[in-house]
């Protein structure tokens, strides 16, 4: 059984920072292509950064900067380092797992977190 565990979120000040961490198991991790996306309310969910298997770190434009995405394979863990908080950052966070083989695509998600910047 495949799960994607994230850690929680909380309520952050502006300028604030946060590390968000996403534990996967049942899944050969270090295969996978790994990503945070995020959804704010009546928002569609959006690409925050990925990560690929050998490490490649890509981030939106909207966090770039400001949000890093890092990956330890010995702990199958994805993390989240999110610094320079602005208040459009509130939404929940999901963590996400591809990997796109010849004929087939595995895709799995985390249940969320919520990250609220606010004063």
């Known amino acids: 059984q495949v799960q994607l565990v994230e850690s929680e979120g909380g309520l952050v000040q502006p300028g604030g920072s946060l590390r968000l961490s996403c534990a996967a198991s049942?899944?050969?991790?270090?295969?996978?292509?790994m990503a945070w996306y995020r959804q704010a309310p009546g928002k569609q969910r959006e690409l925050v950064a990925t990560?690929?298997?050998?490490?490649?770190?890509k981030n939106a434009d909207s966090v770039k900067g400001r949000f890093t995405i890092s990956r330890d394979n010995a702990k199958n863990t994805v993390y989240l380092q999110m610094n320079s908080l602005k208040p459009e950052d509130t939404a929940v966070y999901y963590c996400?797992?591809?990997?796109?083989?010849?004929?087939?695509?595995?895709?799995?998600w985390g249940q969320g977190t919520q990250v609220t910047v606010s004063s």
């Open positions: 996400n797992a591809n990997l796109k083989a010849i004929w087939q695509t595995y895709d799995y």
């Open positions: 049942g899944i050969t991790f270090s295969a996978y292509v």
């Open positions: 990560i690929s298997k050998d490490g490649t770190a």
